[in-house]
C-alpha cells in the first residue's frame, strides 16, 4: 500500500542506529576543532548550520545537521544542496575516521585540499557540482580505502594525476565537465578495480588510452580533444556496457573487433573523422539499444539490422554512408564535398542545449527529492520508536540485541566488513554504501517487511524492501532462492536488481522504483476528474494477465498475494506485478499469515480458508478480483459490506448489469458496452467459487485479447522497465 505519510529516514541512521540512535561518546576535542573550523570557512546564507552552535555535545548527538560519529569521532560529513560557498578547510585532515565526505550540489569553490589525502579512511568523496578550481591535488589518491571520487561538473583545470587511481578499491571515478587537460595517464588504464571512468565534457587531448587490466563497464571519453585510433586493447572488455567517444578528433575505422563486447548497450562514436565502414560484427549485439555514428568519414553500406534498430540521425552526417531509411542510394563516391559547415555547426550547438535541458530537468527532480533530506534527522527518532513497536508485532523480542555498529553497516562497497550486496542484470549501478546512505521514504508496510523508495546520492531511485529478519530462512537457503528469483525477467514482473544482506542479517531486496506506484493507488486514490480510460485499463487488465501467465508457466511460481497494491505501474501504465516468489524467502508461518491477511483484503480464494496453499487457481481467483476493480472502480472488501464477486454477482443477478460498471466509463458505453459486458463475463468466471471452473491464465489472455484486439503500436513496456536514471545519462 502506497501511503502519503511523508516519513522520511535516512536508511544508513535506520539501519545502525534501530534501537539507539547515538553510542553516547561525545565529540573528540580535535574532531570538534576540525568541525569549528569547518564551519568557519564556509559560507553559509540559509543557515543550514545553524545547529552547530552548542560547545560540542551536540556534534554526536545527532543534534549537528549533516554529521554522524562513531566513538566520537566524525565519520560521516553529508550537507549536498545547502547552497553552501566559501571553502573547504585544510584542517579537514583532522577527521582521522571521516568515510565519507559528501558536498555535492552547492557553491563551494576554491581548491580542493591536498590535505584530503591524509584521510586514511576516507571512502567516498562527492563534491561534484561546486565551484572548485585549480588542479587536482595527486595526493587524493594516497587515500587508500577511496571507493568513489566525484568531482564533475566543477572548473578543476591543470593535468590529471596519474595517482589518483592509486586506491585499489576504487571503482567511480568522475572528472566529467571540468577543463582537464593534457592525456591520460597509464596509471589510469591499468587500474584493477575500476568499473566507472567518466572524463567526458573536458579539455583531454592525446590518444584513446590503451586499457590493458580492467573490468571496465562504463568509460565515457566525449567531448574532448582525443585524437588517433582506437585501441585494439577497448575491445577485450566483454564487461563494457557503455563506451562513448563521440565529440572528438579520432580517425582510422572501426574495428571489427568491436562486436567482442557482448555487453554493450550504447555505444557514441558521432562527430569524429572515422572512416571505412560500419562492421558487421555490430548487428550481434544483443543489449545495443543506444548507437550513434553520426557526422564522420564512414562508407558502405549499414548492416540491415542496425539500420532497422536505429533511426537516421544515428547515421547522418556520412557522405558516403548509405542504406538506412533516407540515405542517398548507394552509388559510387559522386564528389569530394564536405558536408556544409553551417548545418553541422547548427547539430552541435542544438544538441549541447538539449543536454543542459536534460541535465536541469534530472537537476530539478533530485532538487525536490532532497528538500526532504533536511526532515530526517527530525523524523527519525519518533520513527524509530514507531518501527519498534509495529515491526516486532507477532515476534516478541525481535530485534533486540546489540545494534549493528555505524562502522559495520557504512562498511562498504564490498562486503568487506560483512555486509554483501549482490547485483543482478539491470541498468543500476552502485554500491552498499551509496544504498545504504541513501535518503528513504516509507512506501509501505506488509507482512513480509517494509518497503521504502531510496534515493541516492547521484540520483538513482529504488524501491527497497526491508525484509522482517524473524521470518526469513536461513541464510543460505534465502541465496539460493534469491539468486533465482533475481534471474525473472518479464515486462510485466518488477524486476529484482540487487539484494543486500547486512552483517547482523538485514535483508533488503532491491526493485525498480515505479513512479505511478500501485493500481490501487492509482485507481483509488487519484484526484477528482482524472479519469482512467477503458483503453488503459484492459491495457493493465492485459499485462497483469501475461505477468501471470510468465510465473505459472515459465518459472512455476503461484503468486499467493495478488492484489491491486502489488501490482505497480510504470511510467506507461505497463503493469508489473511484484512480490511474487517472495513466499520463498520466507518461513512456512510467515506464509500462512500472508494467506490470511490476502483474505481480508478480499483477494483470498474461498478455497484458501481451508488449503492455506496457494494455487494456479487461487491466483486466477485474485486476478478476477482486480478485473473487477478496474470495471467498477471499487475496491474489494472497502465498506460495500460483502465482498466484491458477491456484491457485482447479486446485482448481474438482478438484471442491473450496468450499475456495476464505473460510471465513468458509462460515458462511452455506446461503443465500448460489448467489451465491458464481456470483460464482467471473463473476470466472474475468474471467481468462480470452484477452483477447477476458473480458466487458466493463457485462456483469459486469449479472451482478453479477443475482447480488445491489440491496436497497432500498444506495447508492454520495455523489458524489465528500466528507468531512467540520471547516473546513466
Ligand atoms: C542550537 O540550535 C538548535 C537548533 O537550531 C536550537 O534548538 C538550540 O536552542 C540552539 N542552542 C543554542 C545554545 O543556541
Ligand atoms: C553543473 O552544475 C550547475 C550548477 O552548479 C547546474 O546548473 C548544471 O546543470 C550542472 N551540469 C551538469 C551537466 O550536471
Ligand atoms: C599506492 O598504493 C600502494 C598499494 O595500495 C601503496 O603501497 C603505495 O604507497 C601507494 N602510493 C602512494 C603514493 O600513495
Ligand atoms: C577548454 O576548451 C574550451 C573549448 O575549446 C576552451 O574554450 C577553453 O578555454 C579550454 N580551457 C582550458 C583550460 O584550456
Ligand atoms: C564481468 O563482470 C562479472 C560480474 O559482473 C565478473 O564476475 C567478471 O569477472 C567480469 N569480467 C571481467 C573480464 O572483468
Ligand atoms: C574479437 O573479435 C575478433 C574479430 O571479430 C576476433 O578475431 C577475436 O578473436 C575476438 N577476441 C578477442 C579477445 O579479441
Ligand atoms: C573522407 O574520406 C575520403 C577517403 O575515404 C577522403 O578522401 C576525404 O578527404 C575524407 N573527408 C573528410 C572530410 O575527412
Ligand atoms: C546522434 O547524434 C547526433 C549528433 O549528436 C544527434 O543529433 C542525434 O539525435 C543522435 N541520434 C541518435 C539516434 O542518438
Ligand atoms: C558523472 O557525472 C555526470 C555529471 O554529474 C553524470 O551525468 C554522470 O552520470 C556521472 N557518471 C558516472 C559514471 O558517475
Known amino acids: 500500500m502506497m501511503t502519503s505519510i511523508l516519513f522520511l529516514i535516512s536508511l544508513t541512521l535506520f539501519l545502525s542506529y534501530a534501537s539507539d540512535p547515538w553510542d553516547g561518546v561525545i565529540v573528540t576535542q580535535e574532531d570538534l576543532q576540525a568541525l569549528q573550523a569547518f564551519k568557519h570557512e564556509l559560507v553559509d546564507p540559509n ?11 551536540g556534534a554526536c548527538s545527532g543534534a549537528w545537521a549533516g554529521i554522524k560519529c562513531a566513538q566520537g569521532q566524525v565519520i560521516v560529513i553529508q550537507l549536498p544542496w545547502r547552497s553552501l560557498g566559501g571553502r573547504i578547510t585544510p584542517k579537514i585532515s583532522q577527521f582521522q575516521s571521516l568515510r565519507k565526505l559528501s558536498l555535492h550540489d552547492n557553491l563551494i569553490g576554491g581548491q580542493i585540499p591536498p590535505s584530503l589525502g591524509f584521510l586514511p579512511n576516507l571512502r567516498g568523496l562527492q563534491l561534484f557540482n561546486n565551484r572548485f578550481s585549480g588542479s587536482i591535488p ?6 587508500p580505502l577511496l571507493q568513489t571520487i566525484d568531482l564533475a561538473n566543477n572548473s578543476l583545470s591543470g ?3 596519474p595517482t589518483l587511481v592509486n586506491s585499489t578499491k ?12 593534457g592525456s591520460v595517464p597509464v596509471t589510469f588504464s591499468r587500474s584493477p578495480s575500476l568499473l566507472f571512468l567518466a572524463l567526458h565534457s573536458n579539455n583531454l587531448t592525446g590518444d584513446v588510452p590503451d586499457f590493458s587490466a580492467f573490468q571496465l563497464q562504463s568509460l565515457t571519453l566525449d567531448h574532448n580533444f582525443f585524437t588517433g585510433t582506437l585501441p585494439s586493447s577497448l575491445f577485450r572488455f566483454s564487461n563494457l556496457s557503455v563506451l562513448t567517444l563521440s565529440y572528438n578528433r579520432l580517425t582510422g575505422e572501426i574495428p571489427a573487433a568491436i562486436g567482442n563486447l557482448s555487453s554493450l548497450r550504447e555505444l557514441g562514436l558521432s562527430h569524429n573523422a572515422f572512416t571505412g565502414q560500419i562492421p558487421n560484427s555490430l548487428s550481434d549485439l544483443p543489449n545495443l539499444n543506444s548507437f550513434n555514428v553520426s557526422y564522420n568519414n564512414l562508407s558502405g553500406f549499414v548492416p540491415l539490422k542496425l539500420a532497422q534498430k536505429f533511426d537516421s540521425s544515428a547515421f547522418v552526417g556520412n557522405l558516403e554512408l548509405c542504406g538506412y531509411t533516407g540515405s542517398a542510394a548507394c552509388v559510387p563516391p559522386p564528389s569530394q564535398a564536405p558536408p556544409p559547415p553551417a548545418s553541422k555547426k547548427r547539430r552541435r550547438r542544438l544538441s549541447s542545449k538539449d543536454i543542459i535541458l536534460i541535465a536541469a530537468g534530472a537537476l530539478l527532480v533530485i532538487l525536490l527529492i532532497t528538500c526532504f533530506v533536511l526532515l530526517c534527522c527530525l523524523l527519525r527518532k519518533r520513527k524509530m520508536e514507531r518501527e519498534g513497536k509495529e515491526g516486532g508485532r507477532g515476534t516478541a523480542a525481535a530485534e533486540k540485541g546489540v545494534p549493528p555498529t555505524a562502522a559495520e553497516v557504512e562498511g562498504s562497497g564490498g562486503g568487506e566488513t560483512g555486509g554483501k550486496l549482490v547485483h543482478f542484470d539491470g541498468p543500476m549501478v552502485f554500491g552498499a554504501d551509496d544504498l545504504l546512505c541513501a535518503t528513504a521514504e516509507i512506501m509501505g508496510k506488509s507482512t513480509y517487511g517494509t518497503v521504502y523508495k531510496a534515493t541516492m546520492e547521484d540520483g538513482i531511485q529504488v524501491a527497497v524492501k526491508r525484509l522482517r529478519e524473524k521470518i526469513t530462512k536461513g541464510q543460505r537457503e534465502f ?7 533475481g534471474k525473472i525477467r518479464h515486462p510485466n514482473l518488477l524486476a529484482l536488481r540487487a539484494y543486500y544482506l547486512g552483517p547482523k542479517g538485514e535483508k533488503l531486496l532491491v526493485f525498480d522504483y515505479m ?3 500501485s493500481l490501487a493507488t492509482f485507481l483509488h486514490a487519484r484526484a477528482p476528474d482524472t479519469p482512467i480510460d477503458w483503453a488503459t485499463r484492459m491495457k493493465i487488465a492485459k499485462g497483469m494477465t501475461r505477468g501471470l501467465l510468465y510465473l505459472h508457466t515459465n518459472v512455476s511460481i503461484n503468486h499467493g498475494n495478488l492484489t491491486s497494491s502489488n501490482v505497480l505501474l510504470d511510467e506507461h501504465a505497463n503493469a508489473k506485478i511484484a512480490d511474487y516468489g517472495l513466499s520463498r524467502l520466507m518461513t512456512a508461518a510467515a506464509n500462512a499469515n500472508v494467506i490470511a491477511t490476502a483474505g481480508a483484503l478480499g483477494y483470498r480464494a474461498p478455497e484458501l480458508s481451508k488449503l492455506k496453499k496457494a ?18 472502480g471499487k475496491s474489494p472488501g472497502a465498506g460495500e459490506g460483502v465482498d466484491l464477486p458477491q456484491w457485482v454477482s447479486s446485482i448481474v443477478k438482478e438484471e442491473w448489469t450496468n450499475e456495476v460498471f464505473d460510471l465513468e ?4 458505453a455506446s461503443v465500448i458496452g460489448d467489451e465491458l459486458l464481456n470483460t464482467l463475463k471473463l473476470a466472474l468466471h475468474c471467481v468462480d467459487p470452484t477452483p477447477s471452473a476458473r480458466p487458466e491464465a493463457h485462456q483469459i489472455l486469449q479472451q482478453l485479447e479477443e475482447i480488445r484486439p491489440e491496436t497497432g503500436t500498444t506495447s508492454s513496456g520495455d523489458d524489465g522497465g528500466a528507468m531512467a536514471s540520471p547516473a546513466q545519462d
Open 47 to 57: 543557515g543550514f548550520l545553524r545547529s552547530w552552535n552548542d560547545t560540542g555535545y
Open 138 to 143: 595527486p595526493s587524493l589518491g594516497f587515500c
Open 159 to 161: 593535468p590529471l594525476p
Open 170 to 181: 576504487l571503482f567511480r571515478l568522475n572528472l566529467s565537465y571540468n577543463s582537464l587537460s
Open 479 to 485: 541465496e539460493i532462492e534469491v539468486n533465482a528469483l
Open 515 to 517: 513512479p505511478k506506484g
Open 615 to 632: 494455487s494456479t487457481k487461487s491466483d486466477v481467483y485474485s486476478l478476477g478480483v482486480i478485473v473487477l476493480e478496474l470495471l467498477t
Open 665 to 668: 466509463l458509462m460515458r462511452d
